[in-house]
């Protein structure tokens, strides 16, 4: 079975502060991408960043990195300099052929 | 540019009664998704579509059903609501296959359903 596990229901942040939220999965497929995805509480999905299995490198956007551990297949995702619109539910994501599965995601509340 | 729309944003439904979900991308997108989002479940796929004219069951498509007759639009029917379908419910489309790996989804703003 192929799964993505988030196992951490909820952090919370200090504004200005760093959090990492972790998810690991399990799949057997060589090619494939990762997501991150953030639920704020207009309940709109919106993508925060994407890595590539093939890409040692880490993807970045702005404040959003991720440290990917294909060996051990783990993809947590860090938030640093958090602000108060950094407040979401957020969801780690594995296609699984033409399919996204999600976790069961990370509630972050950024406190002021 | 629209991106992903879905209609209605909210509905209230009585046991036993029909309704339709409407949604429509303008990315021209070929594969296009319908998931439900139940508390501490994540998001769990319904139905799915590769391309027009085709459709997929996902993980949970008991009580439901889709059809894609254009492109642009995918169809979300609930033939006799239950309450176990109260919801919300949310249309995804993406490009194909990108390096021969699912590409990015991307999410209308989700349907409120509750069926007393």
Known sequence: ?112 | NAGVTQTPKFRVLKTGQSMTLLCAQDMNHEYMYWYRQDPGMGLRLIHYSVGEGTTAKGEVPDGYNVSRLKKQNFLLGLESAAPSQTSVYFCASSYSRLRGATDTQYFGPGTRLTVL
């Open chain 1, 1 to 112: 079975a192929q799964t993505v596990t988030q196992s951490q229901p909820e952090m919370s942040v200090q504004e200005a502060e760093t959090v990492t939220l972790s998810c690991t999965y399990d799949t057997s497929e060589s090619n494939y991408y990762l997501f991150w995805y953030k639920q704020p509480p207009s309940r709109q999905m919106i993508l925060v960043i994407r890595q590539e299995a093939y890409k040692q490198q880490n993807a970045t956007e702005n404040r959003f990195s991720v440290n990917f551990q294909k060996a051990a297949k783990s993809f947590s995702l860090k938030i640093s300099d958090s602000q108060l619109g950094d407040t979401a539910m957020y969801f780690c994501a594995w296609p699984n052929d033409y399919k996204l599965s999600f976790g069961a995601g990370t509630t972050v509340t950024v406190r002021a």
